[in-house]
Nanobody
Framework: QVQLVESGGGSVQAGGSLRLSCAAS????????MGWFRQAPGKEREGVAG???????SYADSVKGRFTISQDNAKNTLYLQMNSLKPEDTATYYC???????????????????WGQGTQVTVSS
């Protein structure tokens, strides 16, 4: 059974930084695509970043140049470094794992089999 536990959320002022972590268990990380989604109140879930089984990364246009996704396979941990945060980044952030290689479809929430419980990020202006 795959388990994903996020941490690192909080409240920051615009321009600040946060690093989210996702501790994963129950699978071999190198065989899957992992990523981060977010959902703000009244909005649809949005794919923020993904890291594919070959190590390549993908980002939503809204976060390119500000967010960095990475993973530590030895620790089975996924990270999202968020810099230059904006109020529009406020959302609940979810760690996700796909049992396939979604490629260009990585922003589609339907390709992910496992979701964490979420961690709240609030950015004030």
């Amino acid at each position: 059974q795959v388990q994903l536990v996020e941490s690192g959320g909080g409240s920051v002022q615009a321009g600040g930084s946060l690093r989210l972590s996702c501790a994963a268990s129950g699978y071999k990380g190198s065989s899957y695509c992992m990523g981060w989604f977010r959902q703000a109140p009244g909005k649809e879930r949005e794919g923020v970043a993904g890291i594919h089984s070959d190590g390549t990364t993908s980002y939503a246009d809204s976060v390119k140049g500000r967010f960095t996704i990475s993973q530590d396979n030895a620790k089975n941990t996924l990270y999202l470094q968020m810099n230059s945060l904006k109020p529009e980044d406020t959302a609940t952030y979810y760690c996700v794992v796909s049992r396939q290689r979604p490629g260009r479809n990585w922003p589609d929430p339907n390709v992910y089999n496992y979701w964490g419980q979420g961690t709240q990020v609030t950015v004030s202006s």
